[in-house]
């Protein structure tokens, strides 16, 4: 008898346990590079570094907007301000007093919608919050209504905070899901971005108690001490990462595996879009 | 210009924001009180307590054990031992030499689906991990394919950890979801209960990178004081929750607010079931 029991947790990601790769495994070719400038690295007050993947292709405006922050070294000195339980972190400046650097366009249009509906793979069934969903070439998961499509608000997604009203966020105040999916979220929040690598030093911060989930002193807060673009590092600092492209028959037999497992699992025919995610990787 | 920006958090919960209550808020006869036999009282190491409703009619077996180890008080002395990204907090028997004590059906049948599928307010739209879902009448997250039924592992819920095959747990071992909700763990794992209380101190715990989310060390697990049901603590100390029942006019108002919110929130029509958690309280 064994009780240490353990659940399955099939990581749609480069390495197998198995020795054999299996036909759902990536080939070295589903690996692209994720260009510096696509690489925003946050250093943390604790040592560790968080780092996002941009999507300029999905928020163009807000993402001109990060690029011209972490250039002028904006975020250097603020810090991760708001934990709320099963939400989000968020991070910025908590004092609100921080005026935004020349060249950023504050408060641009929402850029809620993405142009076009085309996922590499398409997701089996429908979910709650769409009539689509699937996951692009190039690894971002996207939803549609049919006649409109954007992101989703998986967990370590990267959204731009914002005022009741939208169009009111500039890029400086960002937030990730840290706890079940904020899917409610999505066409009314833009998203710039995914968070690859130190996910957990977010997720696993201190709850706050307090209104919102932002910490009641600026004491609690975890300082940020940096924010910079990969090209923007010194060459021994600059980390190096690839995407797992999805339009290949071996992302696509991952999904389908997932959406229906071999037995003993019982399959429920169907997973959602943000139980897919593509890994990520430091390049080898 | 206000750049702190807040996301929406409209909490399915007790206390609302607004002076006046709102046609969505429960009312005093909306709340149940949990027997002192369905809440199990785990006491940490750090001081803090986890609270779990335990649900006695979805999974009679394993719940039966359950109650059995709290008041053999096999759990004291163990720790949570299992912290895996965006996935799952486990606790019990890091050792497994344990022995079970006596009158524990050992790998009791799973208990993977209920009889009926009854929700007191069904989800607007299918997900992707069923045909129908929605909240029982006192307040249980509920899934169904059509012709079977069960619970839903949403961010919270608690499961029996078990080895490969089905019917190989014993409810020694527990896991929570501390990540995106672990759907596709439906029908695949016996659902136990809820954390009602204390789940951040499972979800803000440090990650481990071995194998399986497994701390590497002993060291690094968090120690379980004690682990009793409600009822046989001291008067003193005996926690008393209530739970909001969902077959009223209030919840249901909430479920459908939260599916199509009022603009200039852009309503997706639809919404998770694990978006609609009912609330549950410290009894007044």
């Known amino acids: 008898m064994t009780r240490?029991?353990?659940?399955?947790?099939?990581?749609?990601?480069?390495?197998?346990?198995?020795?054999?790769?299996?036909?759902?495994?990536?080939?070295?070719?589903d690996w692209h590079a994720i260009p510096d400038d696509q690489l925003l690295v946050i250093a943390l007050g604790t040592g560790k570094r968080v780092v996002i993947r941009l999507a300029p292709a999905f928020a163009p405006a807000h993402v001109t907007n990060i690029r011209a922050l972490a250039r002028a070294r904006w975020w250097d000195g603020t810090s991760v301000y708001r934990v709320q339980e099963n939400w989000v972190a968020?991070?910025?400046?908590?004092?609100?007093?921080?005026?935004?650097?020349?060249?950023?366009?504050?408060?641009?249009?929402?850029?809620?919608?993405?142009?076009?509906?085309?996922?590499?793979?398409?997701?089996?069934?429908?979910?709650?919050?769409?009539?689509?969903s699937g996951i692009t070439a190039d690894g971002w998961p996207v939803a549609s209504n049919g006649t409109q499509a954007w992101l989703t608000h998986c967990y370590g997604m990267v959204g731009v905070a914002r005022d009741a009203s939208p169009s009111t966020g500039s890029g400086a105040e960002l937030f990730t899901p840290i706890g079940?999916?904020?899917?409610?979220?999505?066409r009314n929040y833009t998203v710039v971005g995914r968070i690859v690598e130190g996910i957990q030093y977010f997720a696993a911060l201190p709850r706050s108690d307090a209104a919102m989930g932002v910490y009641a002193s600026r004491a609690e807060d975890l300082p940020i001490v940096s924010v910079r673009l990969a090209g923007d590092l010194p060459a021994a600092e600059r980390p190096r990462f690839q995407y797992r492209a999805?339009?290949?028959?071996?992302?696509?037999?991952?999904?389908?595996?997932?959406?229906?497992?071999?037995?003993?699992?019982?399959?429920?025919?169907?997973?959602?879009?943000?139980?897919?995610?593509?890994?990520?990787?430091?390049?080898?």
């Open 4 to 29: 240490i029991a353990f659940l399955p947790f099939a990581l749609l990601a480069g390495a197998s346990i198995a020795q054999t790769p299996a036909a759902t495994d990536p080939v070295e070719a």
């Open 90 to 132: 968020q991070w910025g400046d908590a004092t609100e007093k921080k005026p935004l650097p020349a060249g950023i366009t504050d408060q641009p249009a929402a850029e809620f919608e993405i142009a076009a509906f085309s996922p590499a793979v398409r997701m089996a069934k429908t979910d709650s919050y769409s009539t689509a």
């Open 180 to 186: 079940q999916s904020a899917r409610r979220l999505d």
């Open 246 to 284: 999805a339009d290949n028959p071996r992302f696509e037999g991952a999904v389908r595996a997932r959406e229906n497992p071999k037995a003993p699992t019982v399959a429920l025919g169907g997973a959602a879009v943000c139980d897919v995610l593509p890994a990520v990787r430091r390049a080898p």
